[in-house]
């Protein structure tokens, strides 16, 4: 299993970002993803997950409304459109992904099995 990042960036406030996560060695379609994030001296937390393809999404409080996770099954990825960004966006952001068996927001509360290097999201003028 492997994920790859990217996409990451310095932004001004108010501005746009696309995260994408390229997954290789499984099917996503069997799989629950999330993006989760971790800025210096926090405790990591869940963005966005999806449980399944069908299923539902689950976004942080401090995001949603801004950002919006998609997954393409086809080309195996996984992207995170984020808008109206903030400096309290600014963190290293991880694509995670899971086998489906749970909620959305369960795996974004309690995090998942396999993780992929981070990139990192500045938002500052």
């Known amino acids: 299993v492997q994920l790859q990042a990217s996409g990451g960036g310095l932004v001004q406030p108010g501005g746009s970002l696309r995260l994408s996560c390229a997954a290789s060695?499984?099917?996503?379609?069997?799989?629950?993803i999330g993006w989760f994030r971790q800025a210096p001296g926090k405790e990591r937390e869940g963005v966005s997950c999806?449980?399944?393809?069908?299923?539902?999404?689950y976004y942080a409080n401090s995001v949603k409304g801004r950002f919006t996770i998609s997954r393409d099954n086809a080309k195996n990825t996984v992207d995170l459109q984020m808008h109206s960004l903030k400096p309290e966006d600014t963190a290293v952001y991880y694509c995670?992904?899971?086998?489906?068996?749970?909620?959305?927001?369960?795996?974004?509360?309690?995090?998942?099995?396999?993780w992929g290097k981070g990139t990192q999201v500045t938002v500052s003028s």
């Open positions: 995670a992904t899971s086998k489906i068996g749970y909620s959305a927001s369960y795996y974004c509360n309690y995090g998942m099995d396999y």
């Open positions: 060695g499984f099917t996503l379609d069997d799989h629950a």
């Open positions: 999806t449980s399944s393809s069908r299923g539902s999404s």
